[in-house]
């Protein structure tokens, strides 16, 4: 049997063992089964399944009218002291209706018949045990069912946020590195290859490489050291860029462009024409399971008005609840703002 014909198979008992018919049955059947076992009177086989039989039929009414009626209507729209009372009822008129089915379905069974009358207490609160019981384990279900889809949500939102970050470069960054890369070509530059090749590893990397959730830290340095010798070539030499990475980079894990938004947005301020000497200095230092980026970058001490909205990007704001939702309780983020300098102080703990 090929390997396709045995995923066939899987899929296919998967979908019957998980149709909603089918596992409530086998999980009644469990029950059933359970309540036998446990049976440690000397009654016979015959009798003991009869009777639990019975009892599973019974609760398993009382179970989906408080399913699909009382928790719905009731509990569902806080409506607390109804719901507990019409259990109550559906418990107390569900019982004598058990135990008269119990009394004719054993009528040549005097000592039985007696036996089920003396324990209708018995039968009462197991009833109502088993009908509080499934209520429980709605709210368990439900509580786990909207754990589920908020951290879909949360994926989907990170997912959207991080396409399109792919889906663009800073529009002046690319047209700037585009139009140096023509100056270079036409004076026929030995630097110009270089220029379209650190440019193709960035495009790759985004389109391609970022699909997963984290990715190789080394990678992230390698797309930041081209987006900074991109950057340098287009701010020119009256500006001072550097970066220093401490400690080694081996195999560790970063959600990936997390830390360009930072970088976007150092240049856009430390870098514009209203700064004379701007600089931008960017230090990484790398632990095993600790990273600290702290970047600081000049600033004019009036920045110019703003006169649109800046190109790419997804913001500060959004990147501080991408690293909530990423990183909860594994960061910690400082932002410090002083008349000429702005920096980034930014821990992330990968323990976890």
Known sequence: ?????????????????????????????????????MDSSSRSFF????????????????????????????????????????????????????????????????????????????????????????????????WAKY????????TQTMQSELRFLKSQINPHFLFNTLNNLYALTLKKSDKAPEIVIKLS??????????????????????????YLDLEALRQ?????ITFEVKGQVMDQKVAPLMFIPFLENSFKHGLNSSI????????????QQHIHLFIENSKAETLPLQTHRRSG??????????????????HELKISDSP?????DLHIDLKK
């Open 1 to 37: 049997m090929d390997t396709i014909t045995k995923r066939n198979i899987r899929s296919k008992l998967y979908t019957f063992f998980t149709t909603r018919v089918v596992y409530h049955s086998l999980v009644w059947l469990l029950f059933l089964v359970l309540l036998i076992a």
């Open 47 to 142: 009798f003991t399944f009869s009777i639990e039989l019975v009892n599973v039929l019974f609760y398993a009414i009382v179970v989906y009218f408080n399913l699909s009626y009382l928790i719905p209507r009731y509990l569902s729209e806080k409506h607390f002291l109804w719901y507990c009372l019409l259990l109550l009822a559906s418990v107390l008129l569900i019982t004598p209706i058990k135990m008269v089915t119990l009394y004719f379905l054993f009528n040549y069974f005097p000592e039985a018949q007696a036996e089920i009358v003396n324990h209708q207490y018995v039968f009462f609160v197991s009833a109502f045990i088993i009908a509080g019981g499934s209520t429980i384990l709605k709210i368990i279900s439900d």
């Open 147 to 154: 754990q589920r889809d908020r951290k879909e949500l949360q």
């Open 201 to 226: 590893e960035m495009m790759r990397y985004m389109l391609y490489e970022c699909n997963e959730k984290k990715v190789l830290l080394s990678k992230e340095v390698h797309y930041i050291k081209n």
């Open 236 to 240: 020119g030499k009256d500006t001072e």
């Open 276 to 287: 004379s000497q701007g600089f931008v200095h960017i230090n990484l230092n790398v632990e």
């Open 313 to 330: 990007g997804i913001g500060l704001v959004n990147v501080r609840r991408r690293l909530n939702i990423l990183y909860p309780n594994q």
């Open 340 to 344: 000429k300098t702005y920096g980034v």
